[in-house]
Structures are given as structure tokens and as C-alpha cells.
């Protein structure tokens, strides 16, 4: 469990591979250190164009082969990105997400050092009945109708986030959609308009490949991967409120985790279906 604390603006890069001190290194581990202190020292930083194959073979006296596994390898970390017909840049520096942390999605968001734009796409705002799995974490009957609030999250013009929520419509009768369309937070609007304030999160984080929808609405590379993280926002008495689902472009976050010990919600093998059905569909039984 990392401890609470003051956040980092972004994560460290760190090393790509762990080694044992005073191990030998290999031909293409020698390109990886250079490539390392290039980043770390300068005057390579985040998005600048790496050194060609030729550049590297000749500052660190390999062969090509060598520079392209060592580049390969640096790839494959999320160290440097390749942009097809352009060249190799190092990466851009990931964003802290705090994702368990109560509030809207700027709130779980550490400090950058650019000014972070964040703007929102509403796909969807309606009624329906949640899948048992749903039901379960919100304490609810699977009969009882819900909200389905689906948005797309930019950050500097680039689709980042894919975020729904699931809200009983029994705790908020009415939600705006011109509000959330405007940006507002989801969190603030049903605290101020129906009472329902965000004062725990537990939620369940894993590492996967996207859906073809997840990988078309956030622009997602062949062979990258997605952060997906599933939880229940809850008020001071404990009532579930939100059951949420927040989908990353791994490349681009570094997650912080810190909270309770005692778990309330479903355990990691019970996060499968996660869905709301139109209403008057009731879902199929186990």
C-alpha cells in the first residue's frame, strides 16, 4: 500500500529492467543506458525526436542490429514512441491518477507542468435496469431502475478516458444533461442537487486489452493497452450511489493507490458484467 502523501506532478520514468549490480551488460542493455542518460540528463525530454539507429551505433559503438533490439526494448517499456514515417520520440511524461480519490475526475488528477484541458463528450445519459454484477455493488434490487451516464474525457484535445457511472435514479430523479455537457462535474451536480455527497471510493484496477469500441473511441494503437477501473462511490452513511467505470489509455497514466484495508466491494473475480440494459429488458438470470 503506498502511503498518503504529497503527489508527484508526473511518474518517474525508472529503469526498464531490473539488474543485478555488477552484472555484465549486454550489447543492447549499453543502448538502453545511453538512451537512459540521454533522458535523464539531457538533452533529450518528453516528445523530442530520439537519435536515428546510425546516431546511437555510432555514440555507443554497436552494431545496428543492437541499436534496433535496444530500441525495440525501449518501446515495449513506453520509454520512446515510434510515429510511422516521422521517427522515434521519447514519450510523453504520464499523468498521476488517483483514481479512488472522492471528487470529479480533475480532483484525481495530480498537479502537471502544463496546464491540463479537460474537456467532456456526453455519449449517453439514460434510464435503464443494471446487470446483477451492478445491482450487487450498489445494494440495489436488479429491478430498480438506474442512470447511465457515458462520457468520453479529452485532456489537451486527445480522448484519454472513457468513463461511465451508474447512479440509481431513486437517489437523483433528474439529471441535467446540458450541465454535464458543459463539463460540470458529475460529483458536484449530485451533491448540490440531490444531496449525495462522495465521501468513500473503493474500486478494482486491471490491465487489459481494449473492446474494438473502447479502442475506436480513444484512439487506441494496435497492441496497446487499457487501465480499467471499476468501484463504488458511497456517502458518509455508506449508500451506494455510483458504480463506475473508467477506462485509460495505459500509456499515458501512472496510478496512485492509497485507503482503507477493509474491503466492501465485489471481490476481483466478480467484475465481469458491468452493463445497464434498456429498461423493461431484464437481464438474464446467473
Known amino acids: 500500500m503506498i502511503g498518503a502523501g504529497e503527489l508527484p506532478p508526473v511518474a518517474p520514468a525508472g529503469r526498464i529492467r531490473g539488474r543485478r549490480a555488477g552484472a555484465p551488460h549486454l550489447r543492447y542493455e549499453q543502448v538502453i543506458d545511453l538512451i537512459e542518460r540521454l533522458i535523464a540528463e539531457g538533452p533529450l525530454a518528453p516528445g523530442s525526436l530520439l537519435p536515428s539507429n ?101 485532456i489537451r484535445g486527445r480522448p484519454m478516458i472513457h468513463e461511465q457511472a451508474v447512479i440509481p435514479v431513486r437517489l437523483a430523479p433528474v439529471i441535467d444533461p446540458a450541465v454535464l455537457a458543459a463539463g460540470a462535474s458529475l460529483y458536484a451536480y449530485l451533491a448540490e442537487h440531490h444531496g449525495l455527497s462522495d465521501e468513500n471510493e473503493e474500486a478494482f484496477l486491471e490491465v487489459r486489452e481494449p473492446s474494438r469500441r473502447e479502442r475506436r473511441l480513444l484512439q487506441v494503437p494496435a497492441g496497446d493497452l487499457v487501465a480499467r477501473v471499476r468501484g463504488v462511490s458511497r456517502e458518509r452513511d455508506g449508500i451506494a450511489f455510483d458504480a463506475f467505470e473508467q477506462v485509460y489509455v495505459a500509456r499515458h497514466f501512472a496510478f496512485y493507490l492509497s485507503g482503507q484495508t477493509t474491503r466492501r466491494l465485489l471481490q476481483p473475480t466478480d467484475v465481469g458484467d458491468w452493463e445497464v440494459h434498456p429498461l423493461g429488458q431484464l437481464p438474464e438470470g446467473p
Open 54 to 154: 546510425r546516431e546511437l551505433a555510432e555514440m555507443a559503438g554497436v552494431s545496428l542490429i543492437t541499436v534496433r533490439r535496444a530500441v525495440d526494448e525501449c518501446a515495449r517499456a513506453g520509454l520512446v514512441v515510434r510515429h510511422q514515417g516521422v521517427g522515434t520520440f521519447v514519450a510523453p511524461e504520464r499523468l498521476v491518477s488517483e483514481p479512488a480519490r472522492a471528487g470529479g475526475l480533475r480532483s484525481t488528477l495530480a498537479p502537471s507542468r502544463g496546464r491540463l484541458q479537460v474537456t467532456t463528450r456526453v455519449l449517453a445519459l439514460e434510464r435503464g435496469i443494471p446487470s446483477q454484477t451492478v445491482a450487487r455493488a450498489l445494494e440495489i434490487s436488479p429491478q430498480e431502475p438506474v442512470w447511465k451516464v457515458e462520457r468520453l474525457r479529452l
